[in-house]
């Protein structure tokens, strides 16, 4: 039995992999594949299973096996034996033999396919190019939201810090001046009783009553 190509079976594992199915899976008929995000799966995926996180690279690998870009607005590829559940089948895929054929032997229908093929691998590459930059200014837009998210808590955070300071220093002037007020009594009632005009007065008692200051007990 001819051995399976090392990109063949690295394939198989990544697309079938549940754990990143929100960035390749399997389309529902199982007969193909789709890339959801190429931007994630380039930098998350690609370097799992080989040297690179290159898409186009990988694109071109695809080619060289002969699989086909089945939708022209999604990264659906597929290939008549890379089928799920039939990992078996994938010893059929070979890749093709490169041709080296000099332009002077080339008729004129030849030409045109190698033009058209030329085309559409060029038309791919922008397709990628797009979605590419589209990824990007998304990322970046959704950074931008995030500054503006932490600016806004951290103004949120320094007023509550101001407003808190302002309520200590509330209570603490409050209690020093309630603090203050009855010293200033108790002096006041100890200078009373004890000045010449009643210290004849046995016992001398001040009893306030109805008093607008709070008595603590300290």
Not at 58 to 71: M, S, V
Not at 85 to 104: A, H, V
Request: aromatic share 16%; charged share 30%; hydrophobic share 35%.
């Amino acid at each position: 039995m001819k051995p399976i190509a090392p990109f063949l079976n690295k394939l198989y594992e990544l697309v079938s992999d549940a754990f990143t199915d929100d960035l390749v899976s399997w389309e529902k008929n199982g007969q193909s594949f789709i890339v959801h995000k190429p931007t994630e799966f380039s930098f998350v995926v690609l370097p799992h299973y080989f040297k690179h996180n290159n898409f186009s690279s990988f694109i071109r690998q695809l080619n060289q096996y002969g699989f086909h870009k089945l939708h022209p607005d999604e990264w659906i590829f597929g290939h008549e034996f890379f089928r799920w559940g039939q990992r078996d089948k994938l010893n059929n895929i070979t890749r093709k033999k490169k041709k080296f054929i000099k332009n002077y032997n080339l008729n004129s229908n030849d030409k045109e396919n190698y033009q058209k093929k030329i085309e559409a691998e060029v038309d791919l590459l922008k397709r990628y190019k797009h979605t590419l930059t589209k990824d990007i200014l998304d990322v970046c837009r959704r950074q931008e939201k995030f500054l503006l998210n932490q600016k806004y808590l951290e103004s949120i955070q320094k007023k509550l810090e101001i407003e808190v300071n302002h309520l200590k220093s509330f209570i603490f002037g409050y209690f020093s001046r309630v603090i203050l007020s009855e010293r200033e009594f108790e002096a006041q009632s100890n200078y009373f009783c004890n000045s010449k005009h009643i210290s004849t007065i046995p016992h001398c008692k001040i009893k306030v009553f109805n008093s607008s200051v709070p008595r603590l007990n300290y």
